[in-house]
Nanobody, 120 residues
Framework: QVQLVESGGGLVQAGGSLRLSCAASGRIRSINDMAWYRQAPGKGRELVASMSSGGDTNYADAVKGRFTISRDNAKNTVYLQMNSLKPEDTAVYYC??????????????WGQGTQVTVAS
């Protein structure tokens, strides 16, 4: 019923920037928290940044001051602006949302992931 589709990943040199987008579509009644997670090779999935429906944000210590999460509620889209990228930011980045539909309250949805590779 709900899909999250990420875009914007790719290969970038260390110190560069990328902007990820995640668009939610389907029978959406409301969107609560939205977040970005990442999973590097051989590691578990970790929270990168999150934003509540009220606009409160939370960042992993490793990305504070470099990454910015934002959302466009009219477009059901969340963004992750990533600046001053480091090789250790290399990972698959996943969009996550808690979304209510006409038949389900605050179900959890994941995007398919987008690869970010930072070359040294």
């Amino acid at each position: 019923q709900v899909q999250l589709v990420e875009s914007g990943g790719g290969l970038v040199q260390a110190g560069g920037s990328l902007r990820l987008s995640c668009a939610a579509s389907g029978r959406i009644r409301s969107i609560n928290d939205m977040a970005w997670y990442r999973q590097a090779p051989g590691k578990g999935r970790e929270l990168v940044a999150s934003m509540s429906s009220g606009g409160d944000t939370n960042y992993a210590d490793a990305v504070k001051g470099r990454f910015t999460i934002s959302r466009d509620n009219a477009k059901n889209t969340v963004y992750l602006q990533m600046n001053s990228l480091k090789p250790e930011d290399t990972a698959v980045y996943y969009c996550h949302g808690r979304i209510s539909t006409p038949t389900a309250f605050r179900n959890t949805y994941w995007g398919q992931g987008t690869q970010v590779t930072v070359a040294s």
